[in-house]
């Protein structure tokens, strides 16, 4: 966790991460719940886009997320090539109660992929594992999906904090180790590298940068 000594605005790298899946699923209580510790059983619909940051350290460094939670529904889907811009990482998210949101998940995965460079850390997450009564995906077929995807995995309760903090610590720890293996592979000392320098984890442009390098996306 940050130590005290550290302001808000200092961090050593920010990486944007998008927020993907059905409406309903349990999107923006999950940010909430990461970014403010808090869970909201009356949370209304996103309309548009929203974001949240929260910084967390990975080694020694800071790490400082900007986190991007959309509206689920069609009629906002205007908004993807703005939305996936720069994303390092994404959640991709289903509602373990309504199997639909599960199936879904393939297209979503299409449209990330679509949009964003083929480096980005991804996680499927099973939200809402603590409505156990009323599960209707089994842990082994998200499993399966996921090995086949080859994205990473975890059930998650917002309203219980369960997995909510390793879910994004998992894909942010993931992201640094891409950025810090690019930076090692294009000959560089990562410790090494001169303030303001943007990392890119591929031909995309993206948010991996070092302080001083400017925020996100054009």
């Known amino acids: ?6 302001a808000e605005d200092d961090y050593d790298y920010l990486f944007k991460v998008v927020l993907i899946g059905d409406s309903g699923v349990g999107k923006s ?13 009356e949370s209304k619909s996103t309309i548009g886009v929203e974001f949240a940051t929260r910084s967390i350290q990975v080694d020694d460094k800071i790490v400082k997320a900007q986190i991007w939670d959309t509206a689920g529904q069609e009629r906002y889907r205007a908004i993807t ?7 390092v ?21 299409k449209e990330l992929r679509d949009h964003t460079d ?23 077929d998200a499993k399966a999906f996921a090995e086949k995807e080859r994205t990473f995995f975890m059930e998650t ?21 891409v950025v810090i293996k690019k930076a090692l592979d294009i000959g560089g000392d990562p410790a090494a590298l001169p303030k303001g320098r943007t990392i890119n984890m591929g031909s995309r442009e993206d948010v991996s940068a070092v302080k001083q390098g400017g925020c996100c996306s054009s």
Do not use: C
């Open 1 to 6: 966790m940050m130590g005290a000594y550290r």
């Open 29 to 41: 209580n999950l940010l909430s719940r990461f970014s403010r510790n808090e869970f909201s059983l």
């Open 81 to 87: 090539s703005a939305y996936y811009r720069g994303a």
């Open 89 to 109: 990482g994404a959640l991709v998210v289903y509602d373990v109660t309504r199997h639909v949101t599960f199936e879904n998940i393939a297209r979503w995965l």
């Open 118 to 140: 083929s480096n980005i850390v991804i996680m499927l997450v099973g939200n809402k594992s603590d409505l156990r009564h009323l599960r209707a995906v089994s842990l082994d």
């Open 157 to 177: 309760s917002a309203m219980e904090a369960l997995n909510v903090e390793d879910s994004f610590t998992e894909v942010l720890t993931q992201i640094y180790h």
